[in-house]
């Protein structure tokens, strides 16, 4: 009784091994039954939902998440002077003073910002007499419109210093959380700055498992870093152009509004509005209309030109998004990220790209409606006619493209189909371990 006992505690495993050989053999002759798939529009109703959740929570936390994100993107910018400087010096040495260099620009931004604001309040006093005269025929032409004089001083009768603190106290608080943002992005520079020393090494191991994941972030630190730095000279080329006219057309303040153009150019779509109304506005109220409309006129044949032509060709493989795609994104990433998401708008889009078109093969078709360069990104040549797909079973072993055309390759090498159970005993008797083959060979 005891050694029956014995016989089956041996045999039952060997039974369950045969079993799974049998299954692993149906599967490599494609007999098995498909394992079960969960619907598409449930997959796609849960993905949705799922994505919805993560968005509403980046959006109440979005103190957090937009200055670290915003520091990201200062150290992706600076990571070149980084690795020019680590071949040269201690790795060390090098990150913190390529985190000295990233705390100088933000100085330089926020100063420079502070500046103008300061330089403008100290100037609108003086023209408190143009603005009367100004009042004074905007309520003129009013009144031909029916609406008197005496409706719009009921108006702004209601207009008490209680009312005026309650619309500054929105103001304080932006202020204030205009320092508070600038204390975590100097914070989320300095622990970036640290952990930048060993990320070559922490990619190069995560691209041995997952190599199109690792090339959709690479991809996404390269478009970042070279959006940066092409809004960034564009930015000053705008800004200096719009002050040779300004001085030209004889609108004071020049430097300050040189300063408006370039910070406002990091805005897309709506920035360049941003940066016109303050200067037109002083100028007509310095000269009248005619410097007015002469400002409007210059601003938007500048910034059309260099914005709308000259830039896109710089900028296109960086951007890699529509103009639509683009605009919406603004008004999206605003929604979450508050106004930092303004400024942080196409790197944001970039990134999500990047996590869920670009790391996967089978969601690079998204790129034929949403990049700026379709051809490019999703892998087909925009000249060629569209690749046939054979389906199984039909003098094909998979999707595969006629001659002189090429599917997108995908990002991960398939693995291995599994052997069959002769096969398998055949490697299990001379010692050979299955999939190792190539391995072992490259390193016998």
């Not at 910034?303 to 900028?315: G, H």
Request: glycine share 10%; proline share 7%; hydrophobic share 50%.
């Amino acid at each position: 009784m005891g050694s029956t006992t014995s016989v089956e505690g041996i045999d039952a495993p060997a039974q369950a091994r045969d079993a799974d050989r049998a299954q692993d053999a149906d599967r490599a002759q494609g007999t098995g039954r498909p394992k079960p798939r969960m619907p598409r529009l449930v997959l796609i109703a849960v993905s949705l939902a799922g994505l919805a959740f993560f968005l509403t929570f980046v959006h109440q936390v979005r103190d957090i998440v937009a200055p670290v994100f915003l520091g990201l993107n200062l150290m992706i910018i600076a990571y070149p002077i980084q690795r020019w400087l680590t071949a040269r010096i201690q790795r060390y040495v090098a990150a913190a003073l390529t985190l000295v260099l990233v705390l100088v620009v933000l100085a330089v931004f926020f100063g420079a910002t502070g500046w103008a604001v300061t330089e403008l309040l100290r100037e609108l006093p003086r023209y408190n007499a143009e603005f009367a005269g100004l009042w004074r025929d905007l309520a003129g032409w009013l009144a031909t419109l029916g609406i008197s004089e005496t409706a719009i001083m009921d108006q702004l009768r209601a207009i008490n210093a209680t009312s005026i603190v309650g619309m500054l106290t929105p103001f304080v608080g932006q202020v204030a959380s205009a320092a508070t943002v600038l204390v975590t992005v100097v914070m989320a520079v300095f622990f970036l700055g640290m952990d930048s020393t060993s990320i070559d090494r922490r990619l190069a191991m995560a691209s041995t498992t997952h190599p199109g994941f690792t090339r959709a972030l690479t991809s996404f630190g390269h478009g970042v870093r070279r959006y940066w730095v092409v809004t960034t000279v564009f930015g000053l080329i705008v800004a200096l152009l719009d002050v040779v006219v300004l001085a030209v057309i004889g609108v004071p303040l020049i430097w300050v509004w040189g300063v408006l153009a370039f910070l406002t150019n990091y805005i897309p779509n709506i920035g360049f509005v941003i940066g016109l109304v303050p200067p037109a506005l002083l100028a007509l109220l310095d000269g009248g209309p005619g410097p007015s409309l002469a400002v409007i006129a210059s601003y938007s044949i500048l910034n059309f030109s260099v914005q709308s032509i000259i830039q896109p060709k710089f900028t296109g493989q960086s951007v890699g998004v529509t103009p639509t795609v683009s605009f919406l994104s603004l008004l999206f990433w605003y929604w979450v990220l508050g106004w930092l998401g303004a400024l942080l708008a196409l790197p944001a889009t970039l990134l999500l790209k990047a996590l869920l078109v670009d790391a996967d093969p089978r969601a690079r078709w998204f790129n034929a409606l949403i990049s700026s360069n379709p051809a490019r990104e999703s892998g087909y040549d925009a000249g060629a006619a569209p690749p046939t797909v054979h389906p199984p079973g039909h003098g094909e072993t998979g999707d595969r493209a006629p001659a002189g055309h090429t599917l997108p390759e995908a990002a991960d090498e398939p693995a291995d189909p599994a052997p069959a159970a002769g096969e398998e005993h055949a490697q299990a008797g001379s010692g050979v371990v299955p999939g190792r083959g190539s391995h072992d060979a490259a390193h016998g």
